[in-house]
């Protein structure tokens, strides 16, 4: 039998791929080549210096925030960190409002002056209760009623998924919680921090093994019959890979606009939302406040949602989640390739549950491989 070139063909150098092949190389010593069409590692959470030196996001603001202490040990092994904890207004009726909703949302909004208990019962007030809560419109309005839902949620909805909330599963906007205290912090998270270095300079220490060789703007489409390896490990579009048989399923995109000004200073937080539907971008991120980084100028995005472009987001909605089975069920009859990752498994997943996924995924092909060499050790035995 013809020697195999690599254990492993991974495709995909964001967490998904990254993480499994550090794991199979630096913990099952298994040969790895990482594969991805773009000219950089990261996937979508690739950092870079712009022309101004100024360190930026490629896709978009990507903050990291985790409640798994497995998860940040296991990080933490490719980078230090800095403290970070994200803060966004929304520009509602010509103000800047803290989001999540919280007391100060309320109290500047309205022009009030409550404490949480009086927050608690006015939006008591306004919730319009919802029998049996189905979508992105049902979960909102139940909380806190047609008005603040019109003001924050609907027209960013609507920009960034093409989508009215009703048509979009309740997960959507479940993600932005409502308080009644003061706490304006976006997420809840227990670790809530970046690398300290930038994500480009993680990965890279991630996938520096002699184990593992990288190739850079590759596509798995042109390489396929030209690799040999034993097992591939998939991290694209899952409906890309079987060649799109039961249709397309569907992505949302974005347009990152990303421009330096000429001032050390843009807005007051690192992200800014823009819930008014007449405005194109749906948020402006500004850098230096996720890196730390002191520089004259000072580097912004501007996300223009978009239905044509790369796959950024999968669209959960109950049609999409029915079309992903029957992609799902044919990667399940497929046992030669593992399927991993945001796009991969059609989940709308934060970085760290990605990395949960890929390191789950990482025991399962341990599991796999030492009960198949049980089996062959138990044949040979016999025979
Ligand atoms: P990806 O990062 O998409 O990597 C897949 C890789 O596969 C890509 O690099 C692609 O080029 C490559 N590929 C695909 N097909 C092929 C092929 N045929 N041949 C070769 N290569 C191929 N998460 C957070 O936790 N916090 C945030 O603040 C946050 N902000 C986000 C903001 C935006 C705008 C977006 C889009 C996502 C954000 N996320 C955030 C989510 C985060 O980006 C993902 O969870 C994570 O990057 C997914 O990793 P992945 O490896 O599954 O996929
Ligand atoms: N959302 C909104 N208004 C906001 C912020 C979020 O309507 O000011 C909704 C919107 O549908 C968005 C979803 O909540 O897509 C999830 O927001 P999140 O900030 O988690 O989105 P991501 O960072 O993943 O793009």
Redesign the pocket.
């Known amino acids: 039998m013809a020697e195999l070139e690599f254990d492993y063909l991974i495709?995909?150098?964001?967490?998904?791929?990254?993480v499994l092949a550090e794991r199979l190389a630096s913990d099952s010593n298994k040969s790895v080549l990482l594969?991805?069409?773009?000219p950089h590692i990261?996937?979508?959470?690739y950092d870079y210096f712009n022309h101004d030196g100024i360190l930026i996001h490629q896709?978009?603001?990507?903050?990291?925030?985790t409640n798994s202490q497995r998860i940040l040990d296991y990080l933490s092994r490719f980078t230090e960190w800095r403290a970070y904890e994200h803060r966004v207004l929304a520009d509602v009726d010509g103000q800047l409002l803290p989001i999540p909703i919280n007391l100060t949302t309320l109290n500047k909004l309205y022009g009030l002056n409550m404490d949480a208990e009086q927050a608690e019962k006015f939006l008591a007030a306004r919730a319009e209760p919802v029998a049996d809560i189905k979508t992105s419109e049902d979960v909102v309005i139940n909380q806190i009623g047609t008005e603040l839902y019109e003001k924050f949620f609907r027209g960013y909805t609507k920009k960034q998924w093409g989508l009215d909330p009703s048509e979009l599963d309740k997960s959507v906007t479940s993600r932005v919680p409502t308080r009644t205290n003061d706490d304006d912090r976006y997420f809840q998270d227990e670790f809530q921090q970046m690398p300290l270095h930038g994500y480009t300079a993680m990965f890279k220490k991630m996938v520096d093994h002699p184990n593992i060789k990288t190739l850079l703007n590759?596509?798995?489409?042109v390489v396929k019959n030209t690799i040999k390896y034993g097992h591939l490990i998939f991290?694209?579009?899952i409906d890309?890979y079987f060649d799109y048989c039961f249709g397309k399923l569907p992505y949302r995109s974005?347009e990152f606009r990303h421009v330096t000004v000429d001032k050390p200073q843009f807005q007051s937080v690192a992200v800014v939302n823009y819930p008014d539907e007449q405005i194109k971008h749906t948020r402006i991120t500004e850098y230096k406040y996720l890196t730390g980084q002191v520089h004259d100028k000072t580097a912004l995005t501007y996300?223009v949602p978009q239905a044509e472009g790369d796959p950024?987001?999968p669209i959960p909605r109950p049609q999409n989640a029915a079309l992903y089975k029957e992609y799902q069920a044919l990667a399940e009859a497929t046992p030669e390739v593992t399927f991993?990752?945001?796009?991969?498994t059609y989940k709308y997943?934060?970085?760290?549950?990605?990395v949960g996924q890929a390191l789950a995924t990482y025991q399962r092909l341990v599991t796999v491989e030492a009960d198949s060499a049980l089996v062959m050790a138990t044949a040979l035995k016999e025979t």
Do not use: K
């Open positions: 495709v995909g150098a964001g967490f998904a791929g990254s594969i991805d069409r773009r990261g996937g979508n959470a896709y978009g603001p990507h903050i990291f925030h590759v596509d798995y489409r991290t694209g579009p890309e974005l996300e950024y987001y991993v990752g945001r796009l991969a997943y934060n970085m760290d549950q990605v």
